[in-house]
């Protein structure tokens, strides 16, 4: 059983940055790659970004690309998604999940363990 606990949202205007944290209780290195997903109001879950197990592969949803960064401190247990020059339209609930081996990484349905969702709003 992993329990992930995400953090780092808030309000902030177009243009800012955040980083999000996703600390797990257990280690993930071993076996779980991470992944962050988002749910804006009325819209379905969508795939952010994952990251596999030593962190040596990572992907993200094209809407993000050169502006988001998934890393991982394996050391800590943590999941980092820092996310530069932030648009109104990245306004969601962010989530972190954790899936093993790295396949149909995209998919919600894919991932085992669930943090409960930071919120993230991006004012214009």
């Known amino acids: 059983q992993v329990q992930l606990v995400e953090s780092g949202g808030g309000l902030v205007q177009a243009g800012a940055s955040l980083r999000l944290s996703c600390a797990a209780s257990t280690r993930t290195d071993s076996r779980y790659t991470m992944g962050w997903f988002r749910q804006a109001p009325g819209k379905e879950r969508e795939f952010v970004a994952a990251?596999?197990?030593?962190?040596?592969?990572?992907h993200y949803t094209d809407s993000v690309k050169g502006r988001f960064t998934i890393s991982r401190d394996n050391a800590k247990n943590t999941v980092y998604l820092q996310m530069n020059s932030l648009k109104p339209e990245d306004t969601a609930v962010y989530f972190c999940?954790?899936?093993?081996?790295?396949?149909?990484?995209?998919?919600?349905?894919?991932?085992?363990?669930w943090g409960q969702g930071t919120q993230v709003t991006v004012s214009s």
């Open positions: 999940a954790a899936t093993e081996g790295y396949i149909r990484i995209t998919y919600s349905s894919a991932y085992v363990y």
């Open positions: 990251i596999s197990r030593i962190g040596g592969s990572t």
